[in-house]
């Protein structure tokens, strides 16, 4: 009894301490909406947001309008405010916005789809310092797909995408522009196998000193897709190529990242028809074999984001959402090997969360960029682009105006306590906070069933200010209070 006390006593501890090592990057972490439109607002899987080494987030995401969709940049200061968005899409139907960041002066650079009639054509957009320059890397008579981005360290912007050269031949495409003369060289590999359904093939790429240029992207045909790689250290080499192994029958997605003399990847795919969705990480140093792949979504079925971040100490963090069957559930998790193995524990639960992105800032907290869908009405027209992370001022100068009648909020103005009221009984509130006319939020509380709102005077005065209601994990309202 003792054994089995003292085996259960250890288990507990060492459960509770890697579950402490896997929430201490969240603390304090709340969902903030970045867009708040009457347009549909799609996010990427894959790099759509960076973190610099200031704490400043860079965000890119598509807004589909009546007249074509469009790239749309904003940037969160590391003090948590909010700038003007930027539409950074020349005219057409813009889509897959992907973004990294210019080393030393971190400056995002973008590259996207633009759709003209019949041509699809990749561009990357960058600020000069005094506005956006728009470079057409591609013009042929061929459609191309999902494009990927990497900054080298020398400024040099590595960019990759499919070509659909002839109708059903895919080909993996690669693109070196040097800023900000806007030359570049454009190269088709060769050896690049996509099968009959390439334009799934989801490149993704990366540089380092190190490494050279490295692409992964889904090759082979279906119930036979596996990531293949293709790697060349200098500008003029030529490439070589590789196909990776995991227990998944089936891989799709990938996500690598070059750091410590190692390069790391992290490859998520299913056991076929979207059973058994897993993700798995492996390494490999420098001129070594790879390492044997180590699941990473632990209890439940995932697709896992594109989006793996390798810390300092060599250790590998991503995110993921639940898979059941072929269904996104739109519940987010986290996943880390900090502890020597992988644990997960999750981060948005509320159903309505999917592709998220993952990256973290120099003090290790964690930030998720995902799209959110209104599971409520099932208006698409309020799916939203969000933030999950570290509190700070947000853009609370933006009243929620589309959702301010779903909250009765009375009296208003207000002495020492108010109430708030749904308009619609199925709608659960349960939490409030508020920012002063500069954006701060100066108060939080959680709500409780019908209790009123009590304000502490002492730490408020006399004026205006902005409320944001949330309710399961959401913004659902937003509006003026005036405080007596």
Known sequence: MSYFFNRFFLFSVCFIMLNAQLKAQWDNAILDTVTQNLVPDRVNI???????????????????????????????SSLGDWGDIITLSLSGNASSPVTDLLSGVSRPVVSYVLENGDNR?????????????????????????SPTISVGSNGNVHVAWIGETTPANFKIFYANLIIPSNDFLVEELTQSNLGGFGSGADPFITSSDEEGVIIGYRGGDF???????????????????????????????????????????????NDGFGIGGAGYYLWRENGGNWSTPEKVNIGSNASVGSSLYIDDNGNAHCVWEELSGNF????????????????????????NVHYPNLDFDKEGQGFVFAEQEDIESFDINKTEAVLFGGKGI?????????????????????????????????????????????????FEQNIIGDEPIKLNRNQ???????????????LVSGGKILLK
């Not at 990749?122 to 459609?143: H, K, L, S």
């Not at 192994?245 to 998520?268: A, E, F, G, M």
């Not at 009765?408 to 103005?413: A, E, K, Y």
């Not at 006399?462 to 399961?472: A, I």
């Open 394 to 442: 947000v853009n609370a100068l933006i009243e929620v105006e589309k959702d301010t009648d779903l909250i009765n909020v009375f009296p208003n103005p207000v002495s020492t306590e108010f109430s708030l009221k749904p308009k619609d009984k199925q709608l659960i509130i349960d939490r409030i906070q508020l920012y002063n006319e500069s954006g701060i939020q100066v």
């Open 121 to 145: 054509e990749v561009f990357v957009a960058y600020f000069n310092g005094m506005e956006w320059d728009n470079v057409q890397i591609t013009e042929t008579n061929y459609p191309e797909y």
């Open 328 to 351: 996104l559930l739109g519940n987010i998790h986290y996943s880390n090997n900090v502890n020597g193995s992988w644990g997960s524990i999750p981060l948005i639960t509320t159903g």
């Open 460 to 474: 408020l005065i006399s004026g205006v200010y902005f409320y944001r209601v949330f309710g399961q994990g959401r």
């Open 223 to 269: 119930s036979n897709y596996a990531i293949h790689l293709a790697q060349k250290e200098e500008v003029f080499s030529n490439w070589e190529y590789e196909v990776l192994s995991t227990p998944n029958q089936d891989d799709y997605t990938n996500s690598i990242v070059v750091k410590n003399n190692r390069i790391h990847i992290l490859i998520s795919g």
């Open 46 to 76: 894959k790099q759509a947001f960076d973190v610099d080494d200031a704490g400043n987030i860079h965000c890119v995401w598509i807004s589909e309008l009546d007249l074509g969709s469009v790239v749309n940049y904003n940037r969160r």
